[in-house]
């Protein structure tokens, strides 16, 4: 079959079009049936800084970006110093051969300098040398020309014919010259036969928001959450959802709250700053009981931080959001397939418990695209909104008023009272932030009612029970009895499991992976329970101090044998946490903190 993993590396300046040619071959390679996941590290600036995109296909799923390419195309003079060395034996570097000096390369590497003005002829094409780089790639990648033609065709149909054949001819005079000049790849990407969607992790999120049946959408822009409110925005129309970019993120979450009340599915999201002015609210659509949904895409903080970066450093900000204690579903998918069913699951557990949910994913899943199984995505999951009063959907929009009134807090075994939507006749009810009884009646303005107010808080507690039976606990991946036991949560699965892959098969460790996504409620003692039997216990995260094996050791007392820890911005490669587990197995350490040399 060939090759069955293989990365290109596409790098330059902001402005040199880097977009362009990676979305061409992401479009061709998912066309032949294969895997595929980019990443793209970029600076928060318009032109200038570096970029540095990498595209990672494999006939298997593929989890993260790796640990070297096999081609490199650098468009500019600094890409080529900081990336030739990761060129990997058999790789390819394809550059302007004009402009750019080659350097040294590892061995094994084949240095392509193509004559980019001879090949552009007459053409004013913007970045002529990304389309020829194109071009010799596919040849050398054994790919038919034929296939790229088309896909440029549609990439610039909006541009006209004369745009598509000037582009179609220099793309030809490169895969032409690498035919005659350069040594193809040993092996050719193979063709599977299979078909897969290409996605981006926000994109995701916010179909998996559509399907959920949301129809109030806001925002406040705020990367790297900003593609949610794109594709909303986008698609609003024909799907029936009313979209709204708000002047700022307490306006935001006030807005979804109030739409949830009137019984609409409703959603925003932000970042961990725009999270940070939410968090008074979303303790009053607790104690009001409304049910929202609301996504924190973590990037590298505190403050402004480095907006464009990822890191996994608002779980304390969210597991503490808004004073007191209250009911609040937190989950972190891990993958870029899993935000989609999350979100379906989250909004269909918020509604049933009447308290908000929290999506926690970060930069590298929402800003990071994957390829997937069309039928991984249910576009008509299974609703359930709970004991919903006034809404027809449940059958239940005629139902009489109770006699004695309605209660609307009624206090009940599982916490969960009967809601009534806004309007419905016989149901008039006070919803306030303050505490209250179960008629919503304030207990907090002339005196406060101890025995009430005791009895009120439980019943919104004991909503947590019944979400923790209905959410699934983390089980092992991969051997049982394996002596090392990689500790995750959230987006870190991926290369946690390609890294467990790499450490039995070149350094004969053998090791497995639990990894967590339901956050709040926390299966503390099956958690516990598995890693009590497990030898050395090693916590992957991308923060400095360690949040989630701080949170686990204050729900289960769990120390582990060690730590790997990743701030600098970057997601974690496999040999990162090869390298760490070798050190701490070792016994040279027990906080293993890489650095990403890519950016270095």
Known sequence: MGRIDFAIGIGGAAGQGIATPGDILARILVRRGLHLNAYNAYQSIIRGGHIFLILRASVDRVGSMGDKIDALIPLNQDTMNRHLKHLRAGGVCLYDGEKIKPGTPNEGVQMCGLPVRELAGTSKIPNVQNTIALGALLQMLGIEFQLLEDILARQFAKKGDAVITENVGVARAGYDHAAEHFKPFADSLPDTGKRYAFVEGNQVLAMGGAAAGVKFYCAYPMSPATGVLHWMARNARKLGIMVRQVEDEIGVINMAIGAAHTGCRAMCATSGGGFALMTEALGAAAMMEIPVVCIDVQRAGPATGVPTKTEQGDLWQVLGAGQGDYPRVIVAPTSIPDCFNTVTELFNLVEK????????????????????????????????????????????????????????????????????????????????????????????????????????????????????????????????????????????????????????????????????????????????????????????????????????????????????????????????????????????????????????
């Open 353 to 600: 418990f009447q308290c908000p949910g929290i999506v926690l994913t970060d930069l590298l899943l929402s800003e990071g695209r994957s390829s997937v199984e069309p039928s991984e995505f249910n576009f008509s999951p299974p609703i359930d909104r709970g004991e919903v009063i006034g809404w027809h959907g449940n059958g239940n929009g005629d139902t009489a008023p109770p006699e004695g009134g309605y209660k609307r807090f009624k206090i009940t075994e599982s916490g969960v009272s009967p809601r009534a939507l806004p309007g419905t006749p016989g149901y008039v009810h006070v919803v306030a932030t303050d505490e209250h009884m179960e008629d919503g009646v304030l207990i907090s303005d002339e005196f406060t009612h101890p025995h009430k107010r005791q009895a009120m808080h439980e019943k919104r507690m004991r909503k947590m029970h019944g979400v923790m039976q209905l959410i699934k606990s983390p089980k092992l991946f991969g051997p049982t009895n394996a002596p090392v036991t990689l500790i995750g949560w959230g987006s870190t699965q991926g290369v946690i499991r390609e890294a467990c892959e790499k450490l039995a098969g070149e350094e004969g460790i053998v090791a497995n992976n639990l990894q967590v996504k339901w956050l709040v409620p926390l299966h503390a003692d099956d958690i516990l329970s598995v890693l009590s039997k497990c030898q050395t216990t090693i916590i992957v995260e991308n923060n400095y101090s360690g949040q989630f094996a701080r949170y686990l050791r204050s729900e289960t007392s769990f120390v582990p044998t060690g730590h790997i820890r990743k701030y600098d911005g970057e997601p974690f490669m496999p040999h990162h946490i090869v390298n760490g587990v070798k050190q701490i197995l070792a016994r040279t350490t027990n906080v293993y903190v890489p650095v990403h040399e890519y950016i270095v």
